[in-house]
T-cell receptor
């Protein structure tokens, strides 16, 4: 059982480049989300999805796009990378309900130079 | 607005000593409370959660936490620290109608020394 799989694990981008962070889960979870982790700030919600075709913004959505065409996949797109987007990105999934466990991927460490 | 405060970004204890990691939340509605642990270069995994019912919650690896509504706290404890407990710990909350959108504290890094 793979759980939540994120690719790539590491990425270096130049300012202005675009890229897509991939996230896939095999637990048939309806709810998926993207967080960024920065030192001293914990994890902050970027975007989330409550099912295929439904997405919404979190706390820090600017500069990021998402789509959810299938239950399994929830890619995060950086449109034009900026140094402020240097961070560790985590994808999470959970079944519906506010008290359910969130399962996290291993993270993607992104550096924008 | 809801928020989570973890007191102490770094905590250091001796092996065998009590572990106490503090978490307070701010909310006008009853929260669901979680503690997650992150080992180096890994994702987060659930330690324990409080939803309703008994206010003392037991989790994995000997950790437990007590929900105190009057103090708006959910402190994490472990009677005897082990070297393998060294990690970063995050307190998080979610709310009814919030689609499991977690609000995280800043995290506490626990160091355990011999």
């Amino acid at each position: 059982n793979a759980g939540v799989t994120q690719t790539p694990k590491f990425q270096v981008l130049k300012t202005g480049q675009s890229m897509t962070l991939q996230c896939a889960q095999d637990m048939n979870h309806e709810y998926m989300s993207w967080y960024r982790q920065d030192p001293g700030m914990g994890l902050r919600l970027i975007h989330y999805s409550v099912g295929a075709g439904i997405t919404d913004q979190g706390e820090v959505p600017n500069g990021y796009n998402v789509s959810r065409s299938t239950t399994e996949d929830f890619p995060l797109r950086l449109l034009s990378a900026a140094p402020s987007q240097t961070s560790v990105y985590f994808c999470a999934s959970s079944s519906t309900g506010v008290n359910t466990e969130a399962f996290f991927g291993q993270g993607t460490r992104l550096t924008v130079v | 607005a809801q928020s989570v405060t973890q007191l102490g970004s770094h905590v250091s204890v001796s092996e065998g000593a009590l572990v106490l990691l503090r978490c307070n939340y701010s909310s006008s509605v009853p929260p669901y409370l979680f503690w997650y642990v992150q080992y180096p270069n890994q994702g987060l995994q659930l330690l324990l959660k409080y939803t309703t019912g008994a206010t003392l919650v037991k989790g994995i690896n000997g950790f437990e936490a007590e929900f105190k509504k009057s103090e708006t706290s959910f402190h994490l404890t472990k009677p005897s620290a082990h070297m393998s407990d060294a990690a970063e710990y995050f307190c998080a909350v979610s709310f009814s109608g919030g689609y499991n959108k977690l609000i995280f504290g800043a995290g506490t890094r626990l160091a355990v020394h011999p």
